[in-house]
Nanobody
Framework: VQLVESGGGLVQAGGSVRLSCAASERTFARYAGVWFRQAPGKEREFVSA???????YYADFVKGRSTISTDNAKNTMYLQLDSLKPEDTAVYYCAASRAAGKVSPLDVSYWGQGTQVTVSS
């Protein structure tokens, strides 16, 4: 399984970004799709997940301003982030996991290479 993220970049505070994660096969029909992020000097942290049954989970710091979704016909997962804050600046990683819910990085089976999101104040 290969996962390739795209959609990151430089965004002003209050703006939005839509991240995409393209999978090499029907990954999100068999695994939960997960987004993590890692800021400089910090540990990688859970952001959001979507199960193969489309149950969704969000970290408290993005709840209410983010939406995770999948398009199984395109083997792609998305993360829409709105009302961005400078503290959202991080490398965002796409992942696939057999675990459900707010998974740990230790539960991840496959990782993407990451995409940088930088929020300017």
């Amino acid at each position: 399984v290969q996962l390739v993220e795209s959609g990151g970049g430089l965004v002003q505070a209050g703006g939005s970004v839509r991240l995409s994660c393209a999978a090499s096969e029907r990954t999100f029909a068999r695994y939960a799709g997960v987004w993590f992020r890692q800021a400089p000097g910090k540990e990688r942290e859970f952001v959001s997940a979507i199960s193969w049954r489309s149950f969704t989970y969000y970290a408290d710091f993005v709840k209410g301003r983010s939406t995770i979704s999948t398009d199984n016909a395109k083997n792609t997962m998305y993360l829409q982030l709105d009302s961005l804050k400078p503290e959202d600046t991080a490398v965002y990683y796409c992942a696939a996991s057999r675990a459900a819910g707010k998974v740990s990085p230790l539960d991840v089976s496959y990782w993407g290479q990451g995409t940088q999101v930088t929020v300017s104040s």
